[in-house]
């Protein structure tokens, strides 16, 4: 059976830009163009904003994808060429979140859930590939469960958000407003958008942006000299500007303070220079968070994740021996089912040799010719027993050298075919 090979170019090697360039086809044209190399009789391509793999079974394998990536004008200096063993371990620790920008995110595994079913879709995926990203997929979800390896915000927008849910026992019916729509301010938008939120509040200098994210959001633009007129009627602010001076003073927020009849404010400053006077938290019922706290949020949550990934080394690396295994049954099973269509030829011959000679005789009717139905496949079954036995012993010892000795001995071509044999379409759902 043909082993797997791969090629990854990812963020540790090309930017953006680069990655872009190398796939200047559709994951599906691209799939057919590969699919039809020859030695290629399975592929999977993985494509996201940090990475662009490919995945083939071939048994020539490394020529195939270097010479590919020559074609699709790829620098090879950009790429990673993996041969069996390091394309699965690579998939695995991909799977679980290891290979990406933010150890441990959970996007990944969709990702390559949806290229496992392109490649379905597209009928380039057989038994090998299969198997392998069917475990991948198990694995990331078992890393997921059995470990915090996704636990925690690792950004400065993301720990805005889990900060202010942690401090309020949830956003759930909370107004929330946001000031500045730069890129922070929007990953934070985003991030409050499935909070199910009473209201959300966007102001910016540019209102135009703000009514445009307020759109895309649900939420309602409010011009930036309302900002303390609307301020009465938030739980939350988190302001994120690039002003570089105060937007909101301890005196601002003081006049809103009466409407809000002791209702507490929970403000949260990620600007840099800050947007909220620091003496503000000295005002009863306000608490005033900075950035420099949620780095530290941000900070504990990578350690925790470091530390975690320990863990899912340990999954990946257990889940290999069991992957490999199964690779070598199915090797087993594959020579077993070549040698018993090889012995059931040669009994289908031999007694419809001996069929013919009695007709000749004219002394043979159905009763004699089911005998002789019986007679061979009993004969033929008991042959192949004991190297069944052998065979598959062999596999769960990692005994290659008996598989393919007996494979030479019958003649069977153990590697794999262009077929997609296995029911991945019953598995994906």
Same mark, same amino acid.
Request: a negative charge.
């Given at each position: 059976m043909n082993e797997i090979s791969s090629m990854v170019i990812s963020h540790k090697k090309a930017t953006v830009a680069e990655m872009e360039c190398a796939w200047p086809l559709s994951a599906e044209e691209m799939l057919q163009k590969l699919y039809e190399k020859e030695f290629v009789y399975e592929c999977v391509i993985l494509k996201?904003? /940090?990475?662009?793999?490919?995945?083939? @079974?071939?048994?020539? +394998?490394?020529? @195939?994808l270097f010479n590919f990536s020559k074609e699709m004008g790829v620098e090879t200096r950009i790429v990673d060429f993996y041969d069996h063993d390091e394309s699965l371990e690579h998939l695995l620790r991909l799977s679980c979140g290891l290979e990406s920008m933010i150890v441990g995110e959970d996007q990944i595994l969709g990702q390559i859930k949806d290229a496992y079913t392109l490649a379905v879709k597209q009928k380039t995926i057989g038994r090998v590939l299969d198997t392998a990203f069917t475990k991948a997929i198990q694995v990331g979800k078992r890393a997921r469960t059995e470990t915090r390896i996704n636990k925690g915000s690792v950004s400065i927008g993301s720990a805005a958000v889990e900060l202010a849910e942690d401090c309020l026992g949830g956003l759930e019916g909370k107004s929330i407003m946001v000031i500045g729509v730069g890129e922070i301010g929007i990953l934070v938008a985003r991030a409050l958008a499935d909070k199910n939120l009473d209201a959300i509040y966007i102001s910016n200098r540019t209102y135009k942006k703000a009514q445009d994210l307020a759109y895309e959001l649900g939420g309602?633009?409010?011009?930036?000299?309302?900002?303390?007129?609307? #301020?009465?009627?938030?739980? @939350?602010?988190?302001?994120?500007? +690039?002003?570089?001076?105060?937007?909101?003073?301890?005196?601002?927020?003081?006049?809103?303070?009466?409407?809000?009849? +002791?209702k507490p404010l929970f403000m949260v400053d990620i600007a840099n220079p800050r947007d909220i006077e620091e003496s503000v938290n000295d005002l009863d019922g306000v608490t005033l968070c900075n950035i420099d706290n949620l780095r530290v949020i941000s900070e504990k949550t990578l350690k925790m994740r470091n530390e975690e990934a320990k863990k899912v080394v340990d999954i990946i690396n257990e889940e290999l021996i069991l992957l490999n295994k199964q690779f070598k049954r199915q090797k087993a099973d594959y020579i077993v089912a070549e040698l018993y269509k090889n012995v059931y030829g040669i009994?289908?011959?031999?007694? +419809?040799k001996a069929v013919n000679k009695f007709r000749v005789k004219h002394t043979i009717g159905e009763?004699?010719? /089911?005998?002789?139905?019986?007679?061979?496949?009993?004969?033929?079954?008991?042959? #192949?027993?004991?190297?069944?036995?052998?065979?598959? /012993?062999?596999?769960?010892?990692?005994?290659?050298?008996?598989?393919?000795?007996?494979?030479? @001995?019958?003649?069977?071509?153990?590697?794999?075919?262009?077929?997609?044999?296995?029911?991945?379409?019953?598995?994906?759902?």
């Open positions: 996201t904003c /940090n990475r662009a793999e490919i995945y083939v @079974v071939s048994e020539r +394998g490394s020529s @195939v309602k633009a409010i011009q930036f000299d309302s900002i303390v007129s609307h #301020l009465e009627k938030a739980d @939350v602010l988190i302001s994120a500007t +690039g002003a570089p001076h105060y937007v909101l003073t301890k005196a601002t927020v003081e006049k809103s303070l009466p409407k809000r009849n +002791g009994r289908e011959e031999e007694k +419809g009763f004699e010719e /089911n005998i002789l139905e019986n007679l061979t496949h009993a004969i033929a079954n008991q042959i #192949l027993a004991e190297p069944t036995k052998i065979l598959r /012993n062999a596999a769960e010892q990692d005994n290659d050298e008996l598989l393919e000795a007996v494979a030479k @001995v019958f003649n069977i071509q153990t590697d794999s075919i262009k077929s997609n044999d296995c029911s991945c379409e019953e598995k994906n759902k």
